[in-house]
């Protein structure tokens, strides 16, 4: 007779719910190469997985040609003195390794993902890939291709179009975080002006490491060996360029972009902000959370549950090394722009006059705790944190301060923040879609994207 499980009561009963109280940020080991660059290792003796991440401050305020930083990170591996393309990517598919290169305005980031008894095998390619690419001619040409080709599908998209406006208009057209590529930024780049991008700033004392996992004796002398020991900066370090809070646009106005035939109109209500070093980014951090950063939001209240406006609505700040925004998003149908725009403006308003409940503050604050708590759940997670702040040379203790805002600020003190930061004069609004108003527009013509 087969074995049948009986619910009882008991075992329907859900486990008890226990408060987020300490929320430790495990502190890295620093050792430093023989060419002097630091290494911070997160030792996880009990996981097989191993990331190491090599952080370069070479990002787009570093660049004399714009795309160049992008450029020169993503043709790392794509061919060096030894290896073609194809052959970097079958070597580490072959141990089931991968490198990753994402995407920074501030950082190149290079990080190896691999198992920890194969790192003697594959940290030799990883160090070939970072101190010898060659960036051929060929790999350029498609890069080029490949590039030109996504602007045109992303053209296409009004939350692209609006996203890059609303930066544009932020930050400034030809500020690193405000400017925006076009096709013959594409066409201009040349080998040469990767090569001497790369050596001015692909250096050892311009690189820190970040290792975790399984990070054995073994693993550091590999990084030693073959990122330590022959690898020296040959010329004076170069003064790191700073991104400074160049000339923005005057005047936060409402600015459409005509974009015939779109099915929504994306919409895109942002500002200037700051770095994670300001004093008032963490209470800003928690009043975006109110606002429109989870899904149980101010702005998803109510304009998706209860206007039915939008699918979807956020808020985000976005923090850089030495500057930042914090901006709304959303698409609506064409004909519900205006009333999403009031919409909200009017959430906005609310909390500059009204402090927030302590049950809503509660409920913000144990999403917070989770969310940071499941950031320390492993390896992989906890690197990004750390290198995260090492990136933007911000001590460690950053992390138990952010924890400590959101345990302790008041409904008050959000609604002061409000007061201060959401003030509809400070905010651009960018609509982009059909033609529904005559507020100013602007024509697709030469449109501009990153």
């Known amino acids: 007779m087969a074995n049948t499980t009986v619910l009882t009561a008991k075992n329907r009963t859900a486990p ?40 370069f401050r070479a990002g787009r305020a570093c660049e004399v ?54 790192a003697p095998d594959v940290i030799p390619a990883f160090a070939e890939v970072i101190r010898d690419p060659v960036f051929p001619d060929e790999e350029l040409i498609t890069y080029q291709r490949t590039g030109i080709q996504e602007l045109s599908v992303e053209l296409e998209k009004v939350e692209t179009v609006a996203y890059r406006k609303v930066t544009e208009l932020i930050f400034g057209e030809n500020h690193p975080y405000g400017y925006n590529s076009v096709e013959d930024d594409y066409l ?14 692909y250096r050892p004392d311009n690189c820190f490491l970040v290792a975790s996992g399984r990070v054995d004796d073994k693993v550091i002398a590999a990084i030693n060996r073959h990122l330590g020991t022959d690898w020296k900066s040959t010329a004076a370090r170069q003064d790191l360029p700073e991104a400074g809070r160049g000339a923005s646009s005057p005047n936060p106005s409402k600015i459409h972009i005509s974009h015939p035939g779109s099915l929504q109109t994306a919409i895109k209500v942002g500002r200037r902000a700051f770095g ?46 030495n500057d930042g ?20 403006l009017a959430e906005m308003k609310k909390l500059r006059e009204k402090p927030i409940g302590e049950e809503e503050l509660g409920m913000v604050r144990n999403y917070l705790l989770g969310m940071l708590l499941n950031g320390l759940d492993g390896p992989l997670n906890v690197s990004d944190i750390v290198r995260g702040l090492l990136a933007e040379g911000l001590p460690l203790s950053v992390f138990s301060r952010l924890v400590n805002k959101i345990n302790t600020i008041t409904p ?3 609604q002061h923040l409000a007061c201060k930061y959401l003030n509809p004069d400070d905010f651009w609004i960018v609509t982009v879609g059909q033609d529904t108003s005559p507020t100013r527009k602007i024509q697709r013509k030469n449109p501009q994207i990153v």
């Open 16 to 55: 008890p719910i226990h408060p987020v109280t300490n929320l430790d940020l495990p502190e890295p080991v620093l050792h430093r190469l023989d060419n002097g660059m630091p290494l911070y290792v997160l030792d996880f003796p009990g996981q097989e997985i191993l990331k190491i991440e090599a952080v």
């Open 65 to 118: 040609k714009r795309l160049t930083s992008r450029t020169t990170a993503r043709l790392l591996r794509e061919g060096t003195s030894g290896k073609k393309s194809a052959e970097i990517a079958e070597f580490f598919d072959f141990y089931g390794a991968s490198v990753s290169i994402p995407s920074n305005l501030d950082t190149a980031n290079i990080i190896l993902y691999t198992l920890s008894r194969y």
């Open 412 to 414: 008050g003190e959000i």
């Open 325 to 344: 925004c914090f901006y709304i998003a959303t698409e609506v149908n064409t004909e519900n722009t205006a009333s999403a725009v009031r919409a909200i």
């Open 276 to 321: 994670r070093n300001h004093p008032d980014y963490d209470g800003l951090y928690v009043l975006n959370t109110v606002l429109g950063g989870y899904f149980g939001s101010r702005l998803m209240t109510s304009i998706r549950e209860k206007k039915g406006f939008t699918y979807n609505i956020y808020s985000t700040l976005d923090a850089y090394l």
């Open 188 to 201: 201009s780049l040349q080998r040469t002006d990767l090569q001497a991008f790369y050596n001015n700033w």
